[in-house]
């Protein structure tokens, strides 16, 4: 056996990952190079209503640190939710053809499942918004 062939401790180089190295440290310095000119060249000019929050044009209303009610966040997390679940629809529906009636089934099911859970909400009045 060769003894060249072992390898010893500390002396293994990856050199296949030598590349994805100098990606990682080519983009790092994009950005923080990008940062900082932005940073050195760009302009100051701040007034009034730049320095306002801004909320879609309007002036803002409220409090900054006003609490949303709970149910903003539950019909947040049941629209994507349901968003999530609509996109498994559509590759399903591409290959239908060459998956068969198990498919079908299975995606019977996974609507029946979808369906109920939409129900649940309902009845927990969870879509109201008061």
Known sequence: MNP???MTPGSYMPVEYLPVL?????ASAIGIG?????GIFRLRRPYKEKLMPYESGNPPVGEPRERFSVKYYI??????IFDVEAVFLYPWA???DKIGL????EMMLFMVILV???IYAWRKKAFKWD
């Open 4 to 6: 060249q062939n072992y």
């Open 22 to 26: 100098l990606i990682m440290l080519t």
């Open 34 to 38: 990008a940062l900082v000119m932005g």
């Open 75 to 80: 019909i947040a997390m049941l629209f994507v």
């Open 94 to 96: 591409v290959v239908y």
């Open 102 to 105: 198990y498919a079908l089934v």
């Open 116 to 118: 109920a859970g939409y």
